[in-house]
């Protein structure tokens, strides 16, 4: 079964940085896609970044291209999400996802092809 656990979400200032971390447990991690989505008050949940599940290719929203980097460290089952240059729009619940399937080529920005969720980590970002 899979587990997907986030910290390190907090409240920040306008300008800050904050890195969050995603801890996987279950089925094979190194294998599969991994991204990350957050969802702000009254809003839709949207597709911040992925990575492949070799690490080797990313994809950003436009929102967050320059300001936030994804990676992962397949050895330790654990993905990230450094974001810089924070702004209050940023201000969310971020949510770590797995892809459904393994092994995959296609970086997907879809919520619908991620099969597993975390229970999410707020990052509140103060102007």
């Known amino acids: 079964q899979v587990q997907l656990v986030e910290s390190g979400g907090g409240l920040v200032q306008a300008g800050g940085s904050l890195r969050l971390s995603c801890a996987a447990s279950?089925?094979?991690?190194?294998?599969?896609?991994m991204g990350w989505f957050r969802q702000a008050p009254g809003k839709e949940r949207e597709f911040v970044a992925a990575?492949?599940?070799?690490?080797?290719?990313?994809n950003y929203a436009d929102s967050v291209k320059g300001r936030f980097t994804i990676s992962r460290d397949n050895a330790k089952n654990t993905v990230y999400l450094q974001m810089n240059s924070l702004k209050p729009e940023d201000t969310a619940v971020y949510y770590c996802?797995?892809?459904?399937?393994?092994?995959?080529?296609?970086?997907?920005?879809?919520?619908?092809?991620?099969?597993?969720w975390g229970q999410g980590t707020q990052v509140t970002v103060s102007s």
């Open positions: 990575v492949i599940w070799s690490g080797g290719r990313t």
């Open positions: 996802a797995r892809d459904q399937d393994e092994s995959s080529r296609f970086l997907s920005g879809q919520s619908r092809s991620y099969g597993y």
């Open positions: 279950g089925r094979t991690f190194s294998r599969a896609n």
